[in-house]
């Protein structure tokens, strides 16, 4: 019987990536306190992050008896979300406009499906490369948000909200193309479902995320204004 969702390998993944994740980010605050040294850090992460995803990829092109070199591309939220974070990091600027997309989708894709994992029983190994190249860039994806936002290197406002919205277009496009072009049955679950026997499909999952990601800009918003109360003079 191959590796189990919850099962001890799983489990034993979870907290060992959780502790090295956790450790790793407790000794860059402690130690990394210039600007620089921080761009740094948060570029070598963005390095792994690119190396785990490309693994991921390459490993899906030969996983067939055919070679498929278009499963190069990312065709799903998490993958695609992956490189474009990676890469965001990797060239471009402080609080680039491409972050303000996929950081939520990095934090939040990144835990849910480490945690989630339904894709484990690939191989009777754990360490199968599509599988653990596939936990690792998930952990990795969260890992690199959650010190985008200690180092303060992204500033969350309303004010970039298209941002997201131009960004699911895109996903949105290039998986009608993939879908298109290459005859896949899905891709960025426009066609099937996140999780089957039930309607979260794209159309669904995009509408809920833009009211989630609201709430969460709502939030942010208050406490900006609260915090700039107590620091303004009387």
Request: aromatic share 14%; with cysteine; charged share 10%.
């Amino acid at each position: 019987m191959g590796p189990q969702l919850f099962g001890i390998e799983h489990i034993l993944y979870i907290i060992t990536s959780t502790v090295a994740a956790s450790a790793g980010l407790l000794l860059a605050k402690k130690y990394a306190k210039t600007e620089k040294s921080q761009t740094i850090v948060l570029k070598i992460l963005a390095a792994l992050l690119f190396v785990a995803i490309m693994t991921n990829r390459f490993s899906q092109v030969f996983r067939y008896s055919t070679v498929r070199w278009y499963a190069i591309i990312p065709d799903s939220f998490c993958g695609m979300t992956s490189l474009v974070l990676a890469l965001a990091v990797l060239l471009g600027k402080k609080d680039n406009h491409v972050l303000h997309f996929v950081w939520l989708l990095g934090l939040f894709g990144g835990i849910s499906t480490v945690i989630y994992a339904t894709f484990l029983d690939q191989d009777l190994s754990f360490f199968y490369i599509p599988t653990i190249s596939g936990l690792l860039h998930h952990s990795l994806s969260a890992t690199v948000v959650v010190a985008l936002l200690m180092f303060k290197q992204i500033d969350i406002t309303y004010k970039k909200w298209y941002c997201t919205f131009f960004g699911f277009t895109c996903y949105l496009t290039l998986g009608a193309f993939l879908m298109h072009t290459f005859h896949l049955s899905d891709a960025f679950h426009i066609a099937e479902p996140l999780i089957s026997d039930t309607p979260l499909t794209a159309w669904v999952m995009a509408p809920m995320y833009a009211v989630g990601y609201g709430l969460i800009l709502l939030v942010v918003e208050i406490v900006k204004r609260k915090q700039n109360k107590k620091v303004t003079p009387v």
